[in-house]
């Protein structure tokens, strides 16, 4: 779990490697929240923990993907003009089921996840 860092007037967050000059540090990822936070820079996750909201999300998101076929690393539709962009949505959708793992999933939930990262393995 990294640091993300805050400007002191802004509200993004950023890895230690893309941190503005003078922004803060805070641990965890920026805290827990009810969706896994990203790098505003290079997009990479913050790993923030997540509440029981942000765990519903991912895994929606990853449900989303399977049914959608849409979990080959070469697939998906990179996030022009969002804070994704030039991310594809398969790593993101990827990195966050990774994430989920650690937490107390219901049987379908890790069933899901599990399904997810084995069809979406590289
Ligand atoms: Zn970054």
């Known amino acids: 779990m990294c640091d993300a860092y805050i400007e002191p007037e802004g509200c993004e967050f950023f890895c230690e490697d893309c941190a503005p000059e003078g922004a803060e540090g805070y641990p965890d990822g920026g805290g827990e929240a009810d ?11 913050l790993d923030n923990p997540l509440t029981e909201e942000g765990i519903a999300y991912v895994v929606e998101a990853v449900e989303e993907s399977l049914a959608a076929g849409n979990y ?36 379908a939930d890790a069933d899901t996840v599990e399904k997810f990262l084995e069809v979406s393995e590289k």
């Open 35 to 45: 969706t896994p936070q990203h790098c505003s820079g290079c997009h990479c996750p």
């Open 72 to 107: 080959t690393m070469m697939c998906g539709t990179p996030y022009k003009g969002t804070w994704f962009e030039d991310s594809r949505h398969c790593e993101i959708v990827r990195g966050w089921a990774e994430q989920v793992q650690n937490y107390n999933l219901s049987d």
